[in-house]
C-alpha cells in the first residue's frame, strides 16, 4: 500500500483535500477518507496553451512493470501527465513480451515479482539485441546494499527504492537520457 497511499496524499493535497485514516487496531482493516474542496462559481472555458514544463520528454516511451496493478497504473498515469508514453505491464514474462514489440527507451521495473521476478527478467532483457542499450531501473521495495549490487549484476541502469516520487524518476530519467 505504501507507493499508492503516498501517491493518493500528494494528489489530495495539491487540491487542498485532506486524507483520513480510520482503525479499529491492528489486523482490523483501515478506513481511508478522502476529503476535496468542492467547487463554486461557475465553468468557464479557458484557452489551451502548451505548457513546456507538462512535457520535458515529449516521446520517450516508457514500460511500467510491477505485480501491484494498483501502484502500476499509478505510476503509470503519473508519468503520462508528465509528458511520456507509458505502457504497463504486471509480471515479468509481459515485461519481456512488451518489451520486444514496444521497443521503450526505459523500463522501470520492480524486482519483487512472483514468477519470473525483476532480476531475471533484467537478464533476459539484456540477452536480446534490442534490451542491451536499453535502460532499465529498479523501482523496487529492496533498497539494501545486496539488493542493489544485485540489480547491477543483473544489468539494472539504476535503482530507486519505493515510496519513491514522481520528481525521483524524472531527475533519474533527466540525468539518464539523451537530449
Partial sequence: MG??????KRLVDLHGGRVEVRSDGLGKGSEFLVYLPGFTGSA???PILPDSNLSPS???RILVVDDNPDAADTFALLLEMSGYKVDVRYNGQQALEAAEHLQPEVILLDIGMSGLDGYETARLI????????????????????????????AGFTGHLVKPVSLEAVTELLDSILPS
Fill in 44 to 46: 468557464q472555458a479557458l
Fill in 126 to 153: 539484456r540477452q536480446q539485441p534490442w534490451g542491451r542499450d536499453l535502460i532499465l531501473i529498479a523501482l523496487t521495495g529492496y533498497g539494501q546494499a545486496d539488493d542493489k549490487r544485485r540489480s547491477r549484476e
Fill in 3 to 8: 507507493l499508492g497511499l503516498t501517491l493518493v
Fill in 58 to 60: 515529449p516521446g520517450r
